[in-house]
C-alpha cells in the first residue's frame, strides 16, 4: 500500500454523502486500489456514482475532469466528473460516474489475453489525440 494513501472514517462519507444527496444514498461501499484517493461506489435514484477523497489536492481530479472534457469519447472511456470539491479543510474530494470495468492487474491468463485487442484501440486512441494546444509550460 502507497504511503500516500489517504484513509478516512467511511461513517464521515456517508455522512457528507446523504447531506449533498438528501434523496438518499444507497449501495454505499469500499473500493480497492487506487494509488493516493481513498474511493467508495454509491448510487443515487438509481444512478450510480463513485467518490475519490484525499488529503492532498485537487490536481489529479480536475486534470480527470479536463481529460474528460477534451478527449473522452467511445474510444477513450473516461468517466465523467460532476463534482469537486472539499469536504473540510483537509479533505478533497471529487464525485464522478461510476463505469462499469475492473482493475487492469485483476485479469489473469486467458482473460488478460482477451482484453488485449480492445486495450491497444484504446492507447492507440490515446495515442492520436492532439494536445498541441495543452502544453502551457516551457517550449522544448
Partial sequence: MSTHKT??????ILTF???KFPTGVSNFEIIIGGE??????FSVDGKNYIIRLNKHNTRGFK???YAF??????LIPIPEVYDIGKI???LNYCISKKVPGKLLDTFKGEEFKNILPDMFKVL???HSCDIS??????QI
Fill in 69 to 74: 472534457n477534451h478527449f473522452g469519447s467511445d
Fill in 88 to 90: 473540510n479543510e483537509s
Fill in 124 to 126: 492507440d486512441a490515446i
Fill in 17 to 19: 454523502l446523504k447531506e
Fill in 7 to 12: 484513509t478516512v472514517n467511511q461513517e464521515n
Fill in 36 to 41: 493516493s484517493s481513498q474511493a467508495y461506489s
Fill in 63 to 65: 486534470k480527470d475532469e
Fill in 133 to 138: 494546444n495543452t502544453w502551457h509550460g516551457p
